[in-house]
């Protein structure tokens, strides 16, 4: 099992950047994959980031692709997620989660560890 607490979430306007972290821990954190997800209000969670346990692959929600970049150092068992270019359409609440496995994977059931989740609030 893997402990997960995000952070660097906050407020700022269209247009501005924020870096999240996940610091990580427990034994099987360089041998999982991660991902963050994001639940606005309202609404369900989805699917913004992926990566697989080396880092060498990535994926990202079609929203968020070409703004956002995921990345993790295992040495210091951490995620990040760098986003820039932010919307008001990116406010929500954002969650590091560790998967099941070691290789990518996109749909939250396949993610058995989950943080508390960091509020990142985007005004217009």
């Known amino acids: 099992q893997v402990q997960l607490v995000e952070s660097g979430g906050g407020s700022v306007q269209a247009g501005g950047s924020l870096r999240l972290s996940c610091a990580a821990s427990?034994?099987?954190?360089?041998?999982?994959?991660m991902g963050w997800f994001r639940q606005a209000p309202g609404k369900g969670r989805e699917f913004v980031a992926a990566i697989d346990w080396s880092g060498g692959s990535t994926y990202y929600a079609d929203s968020v692709k070409g703004r956002f970049t995921i990345s993790r150092d295992n040495a210091k068992n951490m995620v990040y997620l760098q986003m820039n270019s932010l919307k008001p359409e990116d406010t929500g609440v954002y969650y590091c989660?560790?998967?099941?496995?070691?290789?990518?994977?996109?749909?939250?059931?396949?993610?058995?560890?989950w943080g508390q989740g960091t509020q990142v609030t985007v005004s217009s």
């Open positions: 427990g034994r099987t954190f360089s041998s999982s994959s």
């Open positions: 989660a560790a998967a099941k496995g070691a290789a990518l994977e996109i749909e939250s059931a396949e993610f058995g560890s």
